[in-house]
């Protein structure tokens, strides 16, 4: 999910990886490098994730980790992001919640010499300066997405799409890529499209009313894998066969594949773009940041049924996804 993903908490997961850690942590305590990490919940396993791969990397450094949670609140999320500056730790990993407020954090932390790793959700500029932007190349991930999907359908025939929050990074990439596969592919006709914000059962309810309204329609793109799995049952639930599709790579999802409720995911890495935020925060406050690109694209892992039983998600999602 760019992404604010609100669609997926599993508690069992978020038990393990919710120990944040409380109260100021000295910025040389033990003479180890601190870096902080501001994220926008602790809730959706793409940050659950994220944040694993940081604790790891972290721990393979040798450095501190102070992780705050937002609880998506993007006013707490700046008081928090101010917290860390006052702590003066030496990075700011930043998983923004909304990409405006986003950036008076960015520029606070400019202001305070602290260079910014942007995971996931890009903040708006605002002026602030980014020492990195570590995410997934959306726009590509639902070009590709879209363009299997057509081919599936013949490359022609009506659909409806899915969009999470609109705004969001995530949100307005996706819908771009899947722009791009239309402009390319005049026998697919957009007869529907509704916004339900990552979320599996609002997805349900707007796919339920794409359904009845559109007898002909044959799938739906969902921007999200909650959105995708909302749309496959409401198809189910209505005795309708369609194409469902979504965007994340969540367990949920590639077992939906395997049981034939939906067709298709676009993966993410989230659990490894986490260990990049670290190892390249590490680089930087070491004089070497350089060698850090200004912006870097991951790809995603299409998993259909041809391919679903041979994915592991915990290459996607690291250990705790079991």
């Not at 959306?138 to 299997?148: D, E, M, P, Q």
């Not at 509704?194 to 309204?213: C, H, I, R, S, V």
């Not at 959105?227 to 409401?234: I, N, V």
């Not at 995911?265 to 390249?280: E, L, S």
Request: with cysteine; charged share 15%; proline share 3%.
């Amino acid at each position: 999910m760019a992404v604010s993903r609100k669609a997926l908490a599993l508690a069992g997961v978020a038990a393990t990886s919710l120990a944040l850690v409380a109260g100021p942590v000295p910025a040389n305590a033990a003479n180890k490098i601190t870096i902080g990490v501001s994220v926008a919940d602790q809730k959706s396993l793409f940050y659950i994730a994220a944040v694993d791969g940081m604790r790891k990397e972290a721990a393979k450094e040798g450095v501190n980790l102070v992780v705050l949670s937002a609880d998506n609140n993007s006013t707490q999320q700046v008081n928090q992001v101010n917290d860390l500056i006052t702590q003066q730790v030496q990075a700011l990993i930043f998983i923004a919640q909304d990409a405006t407020s986003a950036a008076a954090g960015v520029k606070a932390a400019n202001a305070a010499n602290i260079p910014v790793i942007a995971v996931d959700e890009k903040p708006e500029s605002g002026n602030g300066q980014l020492a990195t932007y570590i995410a997934t190349d959306s726009v590509k991930a639902a070009r590709n997405l879209c363009t299997w999907m057509f081919k599936q359908m013949g490359n022609k025939g009506e659909i409806g799409i899915l969009h999470g929050v609109l705004g969001s990074t995530a949100e307005t990439e996706r819908t771009k890529g899947c722009q791009q596969a239309l402009k390319k592919t005049p026998g697919i006709k957009v007869v529907a499209e509704a916004t339900a914000n990552w979320d599996e059962t609002q997805a349900y309810k707007a796919a339920q009313n794409m359904l009845q309204g559109h007898p002909k329609m044959k799938a739906i793109f969902g921007e999200s894998d909650a959105m995708g799995l909302g749309a496959a049952k409401a198809a189910r639930d209505a005795k309708r066969k369609i194409i469902s599709v979504g965007i994340d790579g969540f367990p949920t999802m590639v077992a939906g594949i395997r049981q034939g409720l939906t067709q298709a995911t676009q993966a993410q890495i989230p659990y490894v773009m986490g260990q990049m935020a670290v190892k390249d925060s590490v680089l930087i406050v070491n004089g070497k940041g350089t060698s850090v690109p200004k912006w870097q694209w991951q790809n995603t892992v299409l998993v259909t049924k041809a391919n679903a039983k041979k994915v592991n998600t915990v290459n996607f999602y690291g250990p705790n996804v079991k």
